[in-house]
């Protein structure tokens, strides 16, 4: 389908979307009509009002259809006199793709390159251009790789796909947006039924009289039927738009491995999602990993950490680039899955470019250290730059878990308070070991239905692995606070408790591995036949001391 076509289509489709809430109107109407003019005066003015009802919604979600301006997503601008190689392999590119440059380039801090165009009157008439390119892309490709992402993006701009986005973006935005009010006002609409259940239920219930059951069933059921009626809609003109959207991306990848080579764009179209696992994991262990403490790295390093996990497992991430994503592909993805695309370009005949811009795609960034930094600067919010910035990644991880483990609140913590009614102590808890309560105490952990009706050695087998891993949590923050433990970072592995020795006491002479001490002696603690005596005897080998804590960090 070319792009006449498709514009058109897509303009039909959002003329449709905007008839759709006027013929729901008009239908409504003709009921109300015929009702006046066949049903007796009692019934018609029932079904008026539920008429009525039918149209408030409807009414509401026509004004819903102006689709608000776009905000720019959040990124570091960079300039030609900023990064002149990069400007100019962007626009050698664009020139073999035969398209028009970007006027603007943004790097981002994700694992995506998108391009974007303010195109006006629905897209009929070009306008200012933007590329977006993720810095953990850099980090993570190659040259050559690199090329063909750019290429890719570029081959959507020589396709209209961008001007036609403009038609069939607004489209989406505009129904996901509609829908999502007819959700949330019923929604609203029952938690306000339910809570006013609730209240007469508590009325009869202070009378001494019988309570009714909440029932929500039927609040807001207007407002669903609307969600519905726009969501079949809404299904239709996603199948119709993104079967197009798919076609779009073979084209471009098929434009990338003209211009970048086939071996470069089928290793990019792999790497692409390790790069996005890698990254998914890297911000949830060490890009957030200061939060709680409000403890930032060095300047540079936020994104820069990445980096240097890249270069520390490359072992792990090589079994990742041979598992291609091969998942069910939904009715509404725009994108084809990477298997097929990967599989399509390895087709293709083989080129002569196969040692071609072998060297990392970071390097076409003037100062690599200078970006990373002022990209910190430009997506960190105000509240998170005013973080304490650390000496190094393991004295944040130290600050980060130290304060963790002040605040460590398991279920074994909560289980405790409710059956002591007393402080969710350390020594509490060994007191009541060796009271022998700690299958009762147990028994108040959250459990499974299956785990409540087990019995005897059923049932501690079912807890044992909860037991134990909140029992040995106690046990690290109980070496923390008496600052008895060294956190050993590492970019290859989970960080690591070390014990450090306690002047004037028997722990070992050089720091040893917490778990290889005490393991042992949190699985004696929670055998069938619970001995605390190891766990504390290790306790015993560290004297209480001032606690490791930052004190000074700014929030």
Request: net charge neutral; aromatic share 6%.
């Amino acid at each position: 389908m070319g792009a006449t076509s498709r514009a058109l289509r897509a303009l039909l489709l959002l003329v449709g979307f905007h008839l759709l809430g006027v013929l729901l109107l008009a239908a409504l109407a003709g009921a109300d009509f015929l009702l006046y003019l066949y049903a007796p005066s009692g019934v018609a003015a029932k079904l008026y009002f539920v008429s009525v009802l039918l149209a408030i919604p409807l009414i509401r979600g026509m004004v819903m259809l102006r689709t608000p301006k776009a905000e720019e997503m959040p990124g570091l601008p960079v300039t030609e006199a900023d990064e002149p190689a990069l400007w100019h392999t962007v626009r050698e590119l664009a020139g073999q793709v035969g398209t028009r440059a970007p006027s603007r380039i943004l790097l981002t801090p994700d694992v995506n390159a998108a391009v974007a165009e303010d195109a006006r009157l629905l897209g009929l008439l070009p306008g200012p251009r933007r590329l977006y390119l993720g810095v953990p892309l850099l980090q993570g490709l190659t040259e050559a790789q690199l090329r063909s992402v750019l290429a890719h993006e570029l081959g959507h701009y020589s396709n209209a796909d961008t001007r036609l986005a403009a038609l069939t973006v607004r489209g989406r935005a505009q129904i996901v947006r509609t829908i999502g009010h007819f959700e949330e006002r019923a929604g609203k609409t029952a938690a306000r039924e339910q809570a006013r259940q609730e209240k007469k239920n508590a009325k009869a219930t202070a009378k001494g009289k019988k309570t009714s059951e909440v029932d929500t069933r039927h609040a807001g059921v207007t407002y669903r039927a609307m969600a519905r009626i726009y969501t079949a809609y809404a299904k239709l003109y996603m199948r119709a738009t993104l079967t197009g959207a798919r076609a779009q991306e073979y084209a471009a990848d098929a434009a990338a491995a003209r211009i970048a080579g086939q071996a470069a764009t089928a290793s990019a179209l792999r790497e692409i999602p390790v790069l996005d696992a890698a990254f998914d994991y890297y911000a949830r262990h060490y890009l957030t990993l200061g939060q709680d403490a409000a403890l930032l790295p060095p300047r540079g390093e936020v994104f820069g950490g990445f980096g240097q996990m890249l270069s520390a497992r490359q072992l792990e991430l090589a079994g990742l680039r041979a598992e291609l994503p091969t998942g069910p592909l939904s009715p509404y993805d725009s994108h084809p899955p990477i298997a097929d695309r990967v599989h399509r370009i390895e087709a293709l005949p083989a080129d002569d470019r196969t040692d071609e811009g072998g060297g990392a795609a970071l390097g076409l960034l003037s100062d690599p250290g200078r970006t990373l930094t002022a990209l910190e600067d430009a997506v960190l919010t105000e509240e998170v730059r005013r973080f304490r910035r650390t000496a190094d990644w393991p004295e944040l991880l130290n600050g980060s878990m130290t304060a963790q483990l002040t605040d460590l609140d398991t279920p074994l913590h909560r289980a405790l308070a409710m059956y002591t009614k007393a402080s969710p102590t350390l020594p509490a808890l060994l007191g009541l070991i060796d009271d022998g309560g700690l299958w009762q105490l147990a028994r108040r952990l959250p459990l499974s239905e299956e785990a409540k009706t087990a019995k005897g050695r059923v049932f501690r087998e079912f807890v044992r692995p909860a037991l134990t891993e909140s029992l040995y949590s106690m046990v690290v923050a109980e070496f923390s606070a008496r600052a008895r433990l060294r956190w050993e970072f590492s970019w290859e592995r989970p960080a690591i408790p070390r014990l450090l020795p306690a002047p004037g006491g028997t722990a070992p002479s050089s720091d040893v591995a917490l778990n290889d001490l005490a393991g042992p002696a949190v699985a004696a603690a929670v055998a069938d036949h619970p001995d605390t005596g190891p766990l504390r005897a290790l306790l015993s080998s560290a004297p209480t001391g001032p606690a490791n804590r930052e004190t000074d960090s700014p929030r």
